[in-house]
């Protein structure tokens, strides 16, 4: 099918012509392989174009190509062995048996996994302001008619800690528990003050590599989180007119609140978590931690009750890349009105760590020289500087990488690689884009062009709730 001495591939985006029109069409191998390549005669069958395999789904591998208008062939050569996808429209030809598609009568809805973009030159897809405000409105009764009760698991556990304890136990707690943050109790409050998060373990080892610090490592065995959280209140002048800090009263939920308020809470007060506390001053118990609810437990709770009614919610059937959603990357004569971290694996952790602070995010992707995504650096890692007592170490002598193989060395159920570094292409529609944010442990999707894996944006679930919720 192929001479001997052609171009072994093409680049895999989509281009215009003088006097035609194309269309990018996303292709998708659902069926494993080693290698996988795209021909067809959309390139005349004389190039082989490489496809990716997709993060997370091993057995899938995808490309994106820019082809003429008009009817088109195509097949894959999967570990040198030319085959054709059976669940998608086919027949015989010169070429043996061969896939199909047409772009002269295109469905209003085609299957996300044969075409899932449109034309170059066509108008961006829209959608009017009153179904974007319909859908707001069915997912916001939707949440404000069920309860974070229905969070709760069947079974599970709930890690919370003495705010009396070391700041040094409790790193080396929420590093082999396989957590990233937990509830405070004080015993002689006898209820929740509190959480401990993976920014405060940022913030201790800033103040610990700063000169002149008053914590040294020597203090870091003894020192308590109530008294850092007390040095926090210092250093963010949260205190009263005779110099004491302000007590910072915790945010939480009943078992009884509605998700959109629970949702809110978060959003509002930019954490992550918030305890779910049943708390009865009827027989004078101690308030009882129940769950630990975040917008990745809501999400799941939407996406499982509008997957089959999908067609009551317009916006979910868009293009990300139409929604003006997460944050993207600045093309070149663009500005951000949001900067976009990136980082080569070579940086320091040092350097890691003060982006994280700096421009206020909660992960970065590592990139290599092409801009291609190769990992992601998030706070919850720094927890991985438990293992042997690295967080002892120079931070700027540290590279990104070498903390990143501490984490690889001590993966946890709670978030393994896999689910920190998901994907997404800006073609992804929105109820795609949900339902891998659903997932457990997935928190952020870096949105990637595909073939080349270069970043293009990132969509956290804080990104989806502010637009869901308007």
Not at 431 to 446: D, F, I
Request: aromatic content about 8%; charged content about 20%; glycine content about 6%.
């Amino acid at each position: 099918m192929f001479a001997s001495d052609m171009n072994p591939a093409r680049d895999a985006g989509g281009v215009t012509t003088a006097g035609m029109v194309l269309f990018t069409i996303q292709f998708t191998w659902p069926h494993g392989g080693r290698s996988v390549f795209l021909s067809g005669s959309f390139n005349r069958w004389t190039e082989l174009v490489p496809m990716s395999q997709v993060e997370g789904c091993p057995n899938v591998f995808q490309a994106i190509c820019a082809v003429p208008h008009g009817c088109h062939e195509y097949k894959f050569l999967v570990d040198g062995e030319w085959r054709h996808d059976e669940q998608q429209p086919h027949k015989n030809s010169e070429y043996g048996i061969v896939n199909t598609f047409d772009t002269l009568n295109r469905p209003a809805e085609v299957p996300q996994h044969r075409i899932s973009a449109v034309t170059l030159n066509q108008a961006m897809p829209r959608i009017s302001e009153e179904d974007v405000q319909a859908s707001r409105h069915h997912i916001s009764v939707f949440l404000a008619a069920h309860t974070a009760y229905e969070l709760l698991p069947e079974s599970g556990k709930v890690v919370a800690l003495d705010v009396d304890l070391p700041v040094k136990q409790a790193f080396h707690i929420l590093s082999e528990q396989g957590i990233p943050m937990a509830p405070l109790w004080d015993f002689c409050k006898g209820k929740f003050v509190g959480v401990i998060t993976p920014l405060d373990f940022i913030l201790i080892l800033r103040e610990l590599g700063n000169h002149g610090s008053n914590l040294t490592e020597e203090e870091l065995e003894t020192h308590t989180i109530s008294a850092w959280k007390e040095i926090k209140a210092y250093m963010n002048g949260k205190v009263d007119g005779n110099g004491r800090p302000i007590p910072r009263h915790l945010i939480y939920a009943g078992p009884c609140d509605n998700l959109k308020d629970v949702a809110l809470k978060i959003l509002q007060n930019g954490v992550a978590i918030i305890p779910v506390i049943h708390s009865s001053s009827e027989d004078g118990s101690f308030p009882q931690l129940l769950h630990l609810a975040s917008l990745s437990g809501i999400l799941k709770c939407i996406c499982r009750f509008f997957k089959h009614c999908s067609g009551s919610l317009p916006i979910l059937q868009l293009p990300i890349y139409a929604i003006p959603l997460g944050t993207w990357v600045p093309r070149i004569g663009e500005s951000s009105s949001r900067p976009f971290a990136m980082l080569r694996h070579t940086a320091s952790l040092s350097s890691a760590l003060n982006m994280l602070i700096q421009a206020q995010v909660s992960s970065i992707p590592i990139v290599d020289d092409n801009d291609s995504l190769v990992d992601i650096y998030c706070r919850s890692d720094i927890t991985a500087l438990a293992k042997g007592r690295a967080y002892t170490h120079n931070l700027n002598e540290m590279t990104v990488y070498q903390a990143l193989q501490l984490g690889q060395d001590s993966n946890t159920p709670y978030e393994t690689r896999s689910q920190r570094c998901q994907m997404c292409l800006r073609t992804d529609t929105l109820l795609k884009v949900m339902e891998q944010l659903a997932n457990p442990g997935v928190r952020r999707l870096v949105i990637v062009e595909a073939g080349s894996n270069r970043v293009e944006g990132i969509i956290s679930l804080t990104d989806i709730f502010k637009f869901l919720l308007g």
